[in-house]
């Protein structure tokens, strides 16, 4: 029998500290009402999804499991059919550029990622591509997006969502090549046990400043922003839009939404790849000797160290963002001196981008979703703890590869197979 050892922490409430209810049952609830707007866009966009050629049938139940359409009932809930239509569009596009890079080399990442710029300032016009590049891994489904997006934004919206979303695109590109990178360097430690594993000081990282100011940059609410501004009704001039206190917003919104990611995503990436560093603030906060958290203590103790490290970091960037919101209304800029509406658009503005961030929590936590599938029992729920089980052996490490191969097959027999070796390795492992 394997040595199992648990791991098992205290999660703070997100929600709570942004005052927003996590509640997701009125959504659930709605989808039961055929009539109703997210009803209709949840089949529609199902129905888009089985339609859609360039899709392998895993690609097809990936986009189906993780339920865009509640997340984007949340960044907007009194959206219209057509507007969650929209939103729906914007996050399977950043969805599928997330599922593409992660399992993409550096190579075909670049060139992807220079082609689908292209193909979003285009407004998704494939007719200026070559053959060539128009067979690349998902151009066909990201010009599809983008024809069901581009064009309800509108000059006022269209334009800043296409910086933005050029601005994800590359950000994501750079944060897959760092990943790689450290894993490549992180490879001679792959025989440690898990546990240890996760805080082995050999292992690198890069500092805890430097991953705050680059994962905000890849969780993609630059351009989610310019969506619900668009949904909202905000009508704010770029010299408005230019002072420093509204971009200050963004970056806050962008460290709110990274941060509820990473804490809620933190089993799923740690027992998928338990032999390199990972991706997330909890991590990086307990390696980087600025914090101070590495000390000589068990591995539960370290790991709700840097939970409770992000909690704070968390909390902060929100003080931050509403420090914005309240300095805006209180000493407007000069050029919004002919615009009478400004505080409320400021209001709105500060109501809409923060939903982003709730958006962000309340899709990564929730129970319905296989996702992140945070909570393993509803007693966990209750009391917020995350608890999971590490299996000391380096058999596990075989079982994940073939886990992600499973993901990344495009064919249902090789999926299939997958499936019955990943099963066959796990109770060989169980009982030996």
């Not at 969780?219 to 839009?241: N, Q, S």
């Not at 603030?281 to 790991?303: I, M, Q």
């Not at 393993?376 to 490490?397: A, C, K, V, W, Y």
Request: with cysteine.
């Amino acid at each position: 029998m394997s040595t199992m050892q648990t791991a098992r922490c205290v999660l703070p409430n997100l929600v709570e500290i942004l005052g927003i209810s996590p509640d997701l049952s009125e959504v659930d609830e709605r989808m039961k009402d055929p009539q109703d707007p997210v009803s209709i866009a949840t089949k529609q966009h199902e129905e888009w999804i089985d339609s859609q050629t360039t899709y392998s049938f895993i690609e097809k139940k990936m986009l189906k499991r993780a339920r865009v359409a509640l997340a984007a009932s949340k960044m907007y809930p009194f959206a219209s059919v057509q507007q969650l239509e929209v939103i729906i569009h914007f996050l399977t596009t950043t969805f599928v550029i997330d599922a593409v890079l992660d399992r993409e080399s550096n190579h075909t990442n670049e060139k992807l990622g220079h082609v689908w710029q292209r193909l979003v300032e285009s407004g998704g016009n494939l007719k200026k591509f070559t053959k060539e590049e128009e067979s690349l891994p998902h151009v066909r489904s990201i010009a599809v997006l983008a024809r069901g997006t581009l064009p309800h934004l509108g000059p006022l919206f269209r334009d800043k969502y296409i910086s933005g979303l050029v601005d994800y695109i590359n950000s994501r590109i750079y944060a897959a090549r760092v990943r790689r990178d450290l894993q490549k360097e992180q490879s001679m430690y792959k025989d440690t046990p898990l546990a240890q594993s996760f805080f082995d000081p050999r292992t690198p990282a890069m500092s805890t400043e430097a991953y705050i100011r680059n994962r905000r940059e890849t969780v993609g609410t630059r351009t989610a922003v310019h969506i619900v501004r668009w949904a909202y009704g905000i009508i704010l001039t770029d010299e408005e839009l230019s002072d420093p206190r509204f971009e200050k917003m963004v970056t806050c919104t962008g460290e709110i939404a990274s941060m509820a990611n990473d804490l809620y995503s933190l089993k799923k990436e740690f027992l998928s790849n338990p032999f390199h560093p990972l991706d997330n603030l909890v991590y990086v906060a307990v390696h980087d000797p600025s914090t101070g958290l590495r000390k000589p203590t068990t591995f539960n103790e370290e790991l709700q160290a840097g939970v409770d490290y992000l909690a704070k970091a968390f909390t902060e960037s929100y003080r931050v963002y509403q420090e914005q919101i309240d300095s805006l209304i209180d000493d407007p800029p000069a050029c919004a001196a002919n615009h009478p509406e400004f505080k409320d658009m400021v209001k709105k503005y500060g109501r809409a981008t923060i939903e982003v961030a709730a958006a962000s929590c309340t899709w990564s936590m929730h129970g319905s979703l296989l996702r992140y599938n945070v909570f393993t029992t509803e007693e966990n729920r209750r009391n917020s703890i995350l608890e999971f089980s590490l299996p000391q052996t380096g058999l596990l490490h075989l079982l994940r590869t073939l886990a992600a191969a499973l993901w990344l097959s495009r064919e249902f027999a090789a999926a299939l197979i997958c499936i019955l070796s990943v099963l066959l390795f796990y109770f060989v492992t169980l009982y030996s």
